[in-house]
C-alpha cells in the first residue's frame, strides 16, 4: 500500500471531568464515600474505554469548597489515572468550579472534533457562591453546552434544583445518593455506562431534544435505603 | 470491514475529467454490529462527472437509506440539471450559480422527502431517514459545488495548495448537524459554482469520519496534496484501487466512524479558457436571504 495520505491518524479525546463538593458538610462518611466510589469505577472505565479504542478518554477532577481549585489538573488518560483521595472543609462554591471547567472548555485547546466531555457534579448542599454566574460561564462555551452534563445529590440536604439547573433539561434527574452503596452506584454508572454512550455518539439533528446532547441509557434504580444507613 | 466496490473505479470524460470514490464501514459501527450509515455514487454522464456523498445520522433508525436516497435523487437531478441548463444554452457559471442557488436546492431537498415517502410510504417519517449531503459536478465549463450539514469539500491546486471553497457550516459542532430531514432544510443548503480551474486540480469531498480522524484541520487537510501527488503518479483509477485500505485504516485509527471520499480529477486546460471569472456571490448569503418559495424543475426557458 503507498504511503497512507494526510497527517498522523488520531483518535478522538473524550474528556470527563468529576467536580467535587469537598464542603465542610462533606466531613467525615460523605467525603471517604465518594473517594471509595470513584477509585472503585476507576477499572471499570478502563474497561470501557479499552472497548472503544478510536475514543481517548481523559480524566480529570475539580474540588470546591472555599473556591474552587484543579485537583487533578492534568488531563491523564485512564490507563494512568489514579484517584487521589480528596478532603472536605468550608464553603460550597460550586459556581466557581463551574468557572474553572469553563476555562477548560474553551475552543481552542479543546478541538471542534473532540466528543461531548462528561461533566459528573457531586453535591450534598447549597451553593454558597453566585452558582448562577458560574452555569452561565459554563453554558457560554459550546463544549460545556454539548457536554454530559450528570449531577449526583449526595443525602437529604443537597438542592435538587440547582443540579437539575445544571442537567439542563427534564430527560434526566439528579441521581439521589442516600447511603454509600447507592453513591457507588451511581458514580459506576456515569463512569461507565454515560462514558460509553458519550465515547460512540450517534450523529444528529439540530432538531434534537433541546440539552440532550447524547442519548443515555437509564440509571440505575436507588435500592431501598436503610433508615439506619443513611447519611 | 468491507468497502462499496460499487462505487470504486475512475472512468474519463472526453475533456479528461476523472472522477471515484469509496466508501466503509466505520469501525465502531463494525464493534456495534451497526450497518455503514454513509454512501456515496460517482456518475459519468458525457462530459459531466458527478459525485455525491450523504452521511446518515446515527439516532435515525432509517438512516442508512436516507442517505442511498440522498446520493440516488441527486445525482439524477444533477445530471438534469446540466442538461436544462445546456438545452437553454445557459451552461455557463452564473446561470449555474443562480439556478443552483433557486431553483435547484428546493428541487434536491423535495426529491429526497419524495423518495423517502416511496420507500417508507406516505406516513414516513423524515426525522426518521435523515442525513448530510455534499456534491460536486465538474463539466468542461464549470465546476458546482454543494453542502448540506457537516463533512469536507476540499479544492488542491497545482501547487498543492488546498481551499475550501464552501466554509464550514457554524451549525455543526460536534455531533450535530443540519439535515435533509428539517423543516426548510434547503436553506441550510450551500451551493457555489465557479469556472472550471484552467490550472490542475483535485476536487475530494468527504463525510465527516474523515476529517475527525486527525487532531487537526491543518493535519487533515495534507491528504490534499498527498492525493494530488498519488493521482500524477497512478492516475485516479490506481488512487481508486487502494482507497479501501486507506479509508479502512483511517477509521480504525482515527474516529471510527463510516467514511466516504469521493475525488474529481481536473487536468491542466490544454489552451486558455476564455471566460472570465465571475463575481459570485457569497453563498452563504444567497441562501439566507432567498425566499422559500414553491418551485416547479427547471425547465428550458425559464428565467433565471
Redesign the interface.
Known amino acids: 500500500?503507498?504511503?497512507?495520505?494526510?497527517?498522523?491518524?488520531?483518535?478522538?479525546p473524550l474528556h470527563f471531568i468529576f467536580i467535587a463538593d469537598c464542603s465542610g458538610s462533606m466531613a467525615g462518611d460523605k467525603i471517604q464515600a465518594l473517594n471509595h466510589a470513584i477509585r472503585e469505577a476507576i477499572p471499570h472505565m478502563r474497561d470501557v474505554a479499552r472497548?472503544?479504542?478510536?475514543?481517548e478518554v481523559l480524566v480529570r477532577s475539580v474540588k470546591f469548597s472555599a473556591g474552587a481549585q484543579w485537583h487533578q489538573s492534568q488531563a491523564t488518560n485512564v490507563e494512568a489515572f489514579e484517584w487521589k483521595d480528596l478532603s472536605a472543609g468550608g464553603m460550597t462554591d460550586m459556581g466557581q468550579a463551574l468557572t474553572l471547567v469553563a476555562g477548560t472548555l474553551k475552543t481552542p485547546p479543546m478541538?471542534?472534533?473532540?466528543?461531548?466531555p462528561v461533566l459528573v457534579l457531586v453535591s450534598d448542599g447549597e451553593p454558597t457562591d453566585d452558582f448562577d454566574s458560574g452555569l452561565r460561564t459554563l453554558l457560554a462555551e459550546?463544549?460545556g453546552k454539548?457536554a454530559v452534563r450528570l449531577a449526583i445529590a449526595i443525602g437529604e440536604g443537597a438542592r435538587l434544583d440547582v443540579l437539575q439547573r445544571f442537567i439542563g433539561h427534564n430527560e434526566l434527574q439528579p441521581l439521589q445518593a442516600n447511603n454509600a452503596e447507592q453513591l457507588v452506584r451511581f458514580i459506576r454508572w456515569a463512569s461507565t455506562a454515560v462514558l460509553q454512550a458519550a465515547s460512540?455518539?450517534?450523529?444528529?439533528?439540530?432538531?434534537?431534544p433541546a440539552g440532550v446532547?447524547?442519548?443515555l441509557p437509564p440509571p440505575p434504580v436507588a435500592a431501598p435505603t436503610d433508615p439506619n444507613d443513611v447519611w | 470491514m468491507s468497502g462499496d466496490s460499487g462505487a470504486l473505479g475512475a472512468t474519463n470524460t472526453p475533456r479528461a475529467l476523472s472522477g471515484a470514490g469509496h466508501k466503509v464501514i466505520g469501525?465502531?459501527h463494525v464493534?456495534?454490529g451497526r450497518p455503514c450509515q454513509d454512501d456515496l455514487r460517482v456518475e459519468h454522464a458525457g462530459d459531466v462527472t458527478v459525485v455525491a456523498l450523504a452521511?446518515g445520522?446515527?439516532?435515525?433508525v432509517h438512516a442508512d437509506v436516507g442517505a442511498r436516497l440522498a446520493v440516488e435523487v441527486t445525482v439524477a437531478a444533477l445530471v438534469a440539471f446540466i442538461g436544462n441548463l445546456r438545452s437553454e444554452g445557459r451552461a455557463d457559471v452564473r446561470s449555474a450559480h443562480s439556478f443552483g442557488n433557486h431553483p435547484l436546492r428546493v428541487q434536491l431537498v423535495r426529491a429526497w422527502a419524495e423518495a423517502v415517502r416511496e420507500v417508507g410510504g406516505a406516513d414516513a417519517k423524515l426525522?426518521d431517514y435523515?442525513s448530510t449531503l455534499i456534491f460536486a459536478v465538474a463539466t468542461p465549463e464549470l465546476l458546482l459545488l454543494g453542502q448540506l450539514g457537516?463533512g469536507d469539500i476540499l479544492l488542491v491546486n497545482a501547487a498543492g495548495a488546498v481551499s475550501r471553497p464552501i466554509p464550514t457550516d457554524p451549525?455543526c459542532?460536534?455531533?450535530?448537524?443540519?439535515?435533509l430531514?428539517?423543516p426548510e432544510a434547503w436553506t441550510s443548503l450551500r451551493v457555489l459554482a465557479m469556472p472550471l480551474p484552467d490550472e490542475e486540480t483535485l476536487v475530494l469531498l468527504s463525510t465527516?469520519g474523515y476529517?475527525?480522524?486527525?487532531?487537526?484541520d491543518?493535519?487533515?487537510e495534507?491528504?490534499g496534496p498527498?492525493?494530488l501527488q498519488?493521482v500524477r503518479e497512478?492516475g485516479l483509477g490506481g488512487v481508486a484501487a487502494?482507497l479501501e485500505?486507506?479509508l479502512t485504516?483511517?477509521?480504525?485509527?482515527?474516529?471510527?466512524?463510516d467514511i466516504a471520499l469521493g475525488l474529481i480529477y481536473i487536468p491542466s486546460a490544454p489552451s486558455p479558457v476564455t471566460e472570465a471569472p465571475v463575481s459570485i456571490p457569497d453563498p452563504v448569503e444567497v441562501a439566507a436571504d432567498e425566499p422559500a418559495v414553491e418551485t416547479s424543475p427547471l425547465e428550458p426557458g425559464e428565467a433565471p
Open positions: 500500500m503507498p504511503k497512507l495520505p494526510g497527517g498522523p491518524l488520531a483518535t478522538r472497548g472503544n479504542p478510536n475514543a478541538p471542534e472534533r473532540a466528543l461531548p459550546p463544549w454539548k460512540a455518539p450517534a450523529s444528529q439533528t439540530q432538531a434534537a446532547n447524547v442519548p | 469501525a465502531k464493534r456495534d452521511d445520522h446515527g439516532s435515525c426525522m435523515g457537516d451549525a459542532f460536534g455531533e450535530e448537524t443540519p439535515s430531514c428539517l465527516d476529517g475527525k480522524s486527525y487532531a487537526s491543518q493535519e487533515f495534507r491528504i498527498d492525493y498519488m497512478l487502494h485500505e486507506f485504516t483511517v477509521t480504525h485509527g482515527g474516529s471510527g466512524d
